[in-house]
């Protein structure tokens, strides 16, 4: 078994072998995964049952067969609840009596790979080093061996889910939105929400297509919201929203087709839930914009920072009873009236909220921010076994010479309103990076100030940068 397929956050890797990528995710790879997951949740949790669900990836219903063959062989009952988007999972956990649930995703992967997402009661997620503890249980082939096996039963949770989902939101006026599944599993759920909301929906790429023929379904990359765009301007829809392949990160585009990253919505949420609960905590990653993180200040919240990630934003999110939290990379958590996991459908329904509720439309919402550039979040490749030294070594690099925090890779405080972030992905063979500055110029020479330093490490693409 390839130990490189237990990631930060999740199990992931290639299930349907092409070109010269062989298959790392094989029934019998997953089988094992099954018993070892099974072996570490009734060790440590005493877990009894699981919830089965899966994205609409070619390989999913084969797979899920074999991951509940090792739950059950090793005594876990299972329900298996056929189609799912990821939070509808956490929910299950929260909301209904199951221990444990785990979806079959690779979220927004292209479609030659799949992975696993498991969590425990209250949206707990098994990942870093308990993942590694159940590789170590594969490895050592010592299993839970059980009285008797596990039975499987079959079940759809999501109108239960969605019952939950309706009694969030309340919409004053319904809205034109449109709709970007990217073929992903979002599309199956989200417009039915919507529109059971009151929304006048239309669906672009909603259909189920496990090979994502249009594009990837991520919200975060403009390219994979062009098409979107072009709908909400030539329906002249009030908004428009992008999906990734799990359901649970969303992208949003106004009636003008202005993409914004997810800390803008952040700010609209944030500026929502301070009307109910002021001086409240908001908790986000180190990508977020300064101008947003001022603007926050402003209204009386308090900001707090935290490393990226599913498991560390929720973790934080509990330890400073923050009812709401946000990632650039789509992630919205809500912790108000709800369980502090990310829901996309959920923010989407929310954000709809604020703008029925509001005369001004959302590319109005943001006059009041304090003008900066800023870059998209940057992609450099660079291999899994360098990534982390490498970060090291910037840190060690911009310490000594700027103002930066640290808590995850490092985010230099080059002046006063310029700042540049760089991190080791956890997802993948990348460093992500962002900058925000005054002006264009000045974005510019703080990016060569980072690509200059980068560019000592051959191992590191630069193609996020023009000299």
């Given at each position: 078994?390839?130990?490189?397929?237990?990631r930060?956050?999740?199990?992931?890797?290639?299930?349907?072998?092409i070109?010269?990528?062989?298959?790392?995710?094989?029934?019998?790879?997953v089988?094992?995964?099954?018993?070892g997951?099974?072996?570490y949740?009734?060790?440590?949790?005493?877990?009894?049952?699981?919830?089965?669900?899966?994205?609409?990836?070619?390989?999913?219903?084969?797979?899920?067969?074999?991951?509940?063959?090792?739950?059950?062989?090793?005594?876990?009952?299972?329900?298996?609840?056929g189609?799912?988007?990821?939070?509808?999972i956490y929910w299950?956990?929260?909301?209904?009596?199951?221990d444990s649930?785990?979806?079959?995703?690779?979220?927004?992967n292209?479609?030659?790979?799949?992975?696993?997402?498991?969590?425990?009661?209250?949206?707990?997620s098994?990942?870093?080093?308990?993942l590694?503890?159940?590789?170590?249980i594969?490895q050592s082939?010592?299993?839970h061996?059980?009285?008797?096996q596990?039975?499987?039963?079959?079940?759809?949770?999501?109108?239960?889910?969605?019952?939950?989902?309706?009694?969030?939101?309340?919409?004053?006026?319904?809205?034109k939105?449109?709709?970007?599944?990217?073929n992903?599993?979002?599309g199956?759920?989200a417009?039915?929400?919507?529109?059971?909301?009151?929304?006048?929906?239309?669906e672009?790429?909603?259909?189920?297509?496990?090979?994502?023929?249009?594009?990837?379904?991520?919200?975060?990359?403009i390219?994979?919201?062009?098409?979107?765009?072009?709908k909400?301007?030539?329906?002249?829809?009030?908004?428009?929203?992008?999906?990734?392949?799990?359901?649970?990160?969303?992208?949003i585009?106004d009636?003008?087709?202005?993409?914004?990253s997810s800390?803008?919505?952040?700010?609209?949420?944030?500026?929502?839930l301070?009307?109910?609960k002021?001086?409240?905590k908001?908790?986000?990653d180190?990508?977020?914009?300064?101008?947003?993180?001022?603007?926050?200040?402003?209204?009386?919240?308090e900001?707090?920072?935290?490393?990226?990630?599913?498991?560390?934003?929720?973790?934080?999110?509990?330890?400073?009873a923050?009812?709401?939290?946000?990632?650039?990379?789509g992630h919205?958590?809500?912790?108000?009236?709800y369980?502090?996991?990310?829901?996309?459908p959920?923010?989407a329904?929310?954000?709809t909220?604020?703008?029925?509720?509001?005369?001004?439309?959302?590319s109005?919402?943001?006059?009041d921010?304090?003008?900066?550039?800023?870059?998209?979040?940057?992609k450099?490749?660079?291999?899994?076994?360098?990534?982390f030294?490498?970060v090291?070594?910037l840190?060690?690099?911009?310490?000594?010479?700027?103002?930066?925090?640290?808590?995850d890779?490092?985010r230099v405080?080059?002046?006063?309103?310029?700042?540049?972030?760089?991190?080791?992905?956890?997802t993948?063979?990348?460093?992500?990076?962002?900058?925000?500055?005054?002006?264009?110029?000045?974005?510019?020479?703080?990016?060569?100030?980072?690509?200059?330093?980068?560019s000592?490490?051959?191992?590191?693409?630069?193609d996020?940068f023009?000299?």
């Amino acid at each position: 078994m390839n130990p490189h397929i237990f990631r930060a956050y999740d199990i992931r890797g290639i299930a349907d072998p092409i070109d010269d990528k062989p298959a790392d995710l094989t029934e019998e790879t997953v089988y094992l995964i099954g018993k070892g997951t099974a072996t570490y949740l009734i060790e440590k949790y005493g877990t009894k049952n699981m919830a089965v669900g899966r994205d609409n990836r070619l390989t999913g219903p084969s797979l899920q067969k074999a991951f509940i063959k090792g739950l059950t062989e090793c005594g876990l009952n299972v329900t298996n609840i056929g189609l799912s988007i990821s939070p509808m999972i956490y929910w299950s956990v929260c909301a209904m009596d199951f221990d444990s649930a785990t979806n079959l995703t690779a979220s927004h992967n292209s479609k030659e790979y799949n992975g696993l997402k498991t969590v425990t009661k209250n949206a707990h997620s098994i990942c870093g080093d308990e993942l590694q503890e159940v590789l170590k249980i594969i490895q050592s082939e010592k299993f839970h061996t059980p009285e008797e096996q596990g039975t499987v039963e079959e079940k759809d949770i999501w109108p239960s889910y969605l019952e939950d989902l309706l009694s969030k939101v309340e919409i004053k006026r319904p809205l034109k939105i449109i709709v970007d599944a990217g073929n992903g599993t979002a599309g199956k759920f989200a417009p039915e929400y919507l529109r059971k909301l009151g929304h006048e929906v239309t669906e672009l790429y909603c259909e189920l297509d496990g090979t994502f023929p249009n594009h990837e379904a991520n919200p975060e990359e403009i390219e994979n919201m062009r098409d979107l765009i072009e709908k909400v301007k030539e329906e002249k829809a009030d908004l428009g929203i992008g999906f990734d392949g799990d359901g649970d990160r969303v992208g949003i585009v106004d009636e003008k087709g202005h993409m914004y990253s997810s800390d803008f919505m952040l700010l609209l949420l944030a500026k929502d839930l301070l009307t109910r609960k002021p001086g409240s905590k908001i908790v986000f990653d180190v990508k977020v914009s300064q101008a947003i993180i001022n603007k926050l200040k402003e209204l009386g919240a308090e900001p707090i920072m935290s490393k990226t990630g599913h498991s560390f934003i929720e973790s934080k999110m509990k330890e400073v009873a923050a009812p709401l939290a946000g990632e650039v990379s789509g992630h919205l958590f809500f912790g108000e009236n709800y369980y502090g996991f990310d829901d996309a459908p959920l923010a989407a329904a929310k954000i709809t909220e604020i703008i029925s509720n509001s005369e001004t439309p959302l590319s109005e919402m943001f006059n009041d921010l304090e003008k900066t550039v800023m870059t998209p979040e940057f992609k450099a490749h660079c291999p899994d076994d360098k990534k982390f030294e490498i970060v090291q070594n910037l840190v060690d690099h911009f310490t000594a010479i700027y103002d930066c925090i640290t808590i995850d890779g490092v985010r230099v405080n080059f002046d006063e309103n310029s700042w540049g972030a760089v991190r080791a992905s956890n997802t993948s063979p990348n460093l992500t990076l962002r900058f925000e500055s005054t002006t264009p110029e000045r974005l510019q020479e703080i990016q060569k100030l980072m690509a200059d330093e980068m560019s000592k490490y051959p191992e590191v693409s630069l193609d996020w940068f023009k000299f």
